[in-house]
């Protein structure tokens, strides 16, 4: 019988998915055994935030989901080894174009309407016990943009919040063309991982 934790970890709970903010598309994605997915688990474990690169369809969401929802599962494993890792606090997958949507919103002064601040708005993610920030990049990239980013993962960074970002940028391009600042973050916070340059999903 699947356990609340197992349906979980597996990608099967409905109220995981809604917690976690996870969206249609990517839920039901569980862990796949492999040596990217040990080289991840094993950076995890140690407190270390993970920087997921490669091409479209290489597998960066789909693995990070899966993290996610371990860890809220209190149970972060592979292959049967490895040791509870208890989760505190919240955890939750944001799209990084819906964060600077966010953004915008609350530059909006509409009469009577009264929005989240900028600084309410960062607040709220850089305190996340967990997050997932997705598709780092898609967005356009602006000195207000670089400006969020920065402020974001620098308070993740000072408060040695576990932050998994994924990214179609190499760590390198992402220096050249976003900003050294984050980048250097990044590297700071814990592993830059690979995917590689294949897209599964062309190739199915």
Not at 13 to 19: F, P
Request: overall charge neutral; proline content about 2%; glycine content about 8%.
């Amino acid at each position: 019988m699947t356990t609340a934790r197992e349906a979980i970890a597996n990608g099967a709970s409905k109220k995981a998915h809604a917690l976690l903010g996870i969206p249609p598309r990517y839920q039901g994605k569980a862990l796949i055994p492999s040596k990217t997915a040990e080289e991840a688990v094993r950076a995890m474990l140690e407190g270390k935030s993970l920087y997921l690169t490669g091409a479209c369809g290489s597998g960066k969401t789909h693995l990070a989901v899966a993290l996610l929802q371990s860890w809220y599962a209190d149970g972060l494993e592979l292959n049967g080894e490895g040791k509870i890792y208890p989760s505190r606090g919240r955890a939750l997958f944001l799209p990084a174009i819906e964060l600077m949507l966010e953004i915008k919103q609350s530059w909006n002064s509409d009469e009577g309407v009264k929005n989240e601040s900028e600084k309410q708005i960062i607040d709220r993610y850089s305190s996340t016990a967990f997050l997932v920030l997705d598709d780092l990049g898609a967005e356009k990239i602006s000195e207000g943009s670089r400006q969020v980013m920065y402020a974001l993962l620098d308070r993740r960074y000072r408060n040695c919040a576990q932050t998994i970002i994924t990214s179609n940028l190499s760590i390198e391009r992402l220096q050249e063309s976003f900003d050294d600042r984050i980048a250097s973050r990044i590297c700071e916070m814990g592993v830059v991982i690979d995917m590689g340059r294949k897209d599964w999903r062309v190739t199915k």
